[in-house]
Nanobody, 128 residues
Framework: QVQLVESGGGLVQAGGSLRLSCAAS????????MGWFRQAPGKERDFVAA????????YYADSVKGRFIISRDNAKNTMYLQMNNLKPEDTAIYSC?????????????????????WGQGTQVTVSS
């Protein structure tokens, strides 16, 4: 059983930055594709970014491309989301997800259905 714990959320003004972390309990972290998702009040959960097992391949939602950077440190069993130039519409609960059902080193997923493990989420609030 993989446990994921997010941290780094908070309140920031528009234009500011935050760095989210997702710490995994499982030593097989390096075998897992990972992703970040977010859910705003009254809205469905949306894909934000995904990263392959090695970190060599990444993919972003159009809404965050050029502003957010996803990365991972397999030695620390931790994934990150650097969020720059934050906008009020980025306000949401951000959750990380993982799956070890990964056929290739370059595989990553943008669909929440592909992920087996989820963190509890961390709140990000961007004021205007």
């Amino acid at each position: 059983q993989v446990q994921l714990v997010e941290s780094g959320g908070g309140l920031v003004q528009a234009g500011g930055s935050l760095r989210l972390s997702c710490a995994a309990s499982e030593r097989t972290f390096s075998n897992s594709a990972m992703g970040w998702f977010r859910q705003a009040p009254g809205k469905e959960r949306d894909f934000v970014a995904a990263i392959s097992r090695s970190g060599a391949v990444v993919y972003y939602a159009d809404s965050v491309k050029g502003r957010f950077i996803i990365s991972r440190d397999n030695a620390k069993n931790t994934m990150y989301l650097q969020m720059n130039n934050l906008k009020p519409e980025d306000t949401a609960i951000y959750s990380c997800a993982a799956t070890s059902m990964v056929p290739y080193l370059t595989t990553l997923y943008a669909s929440a259905r592909q992920y087996d493990y989820w963190g509890q989420g961390t709140q990000v609030t961007v004021s205007s």
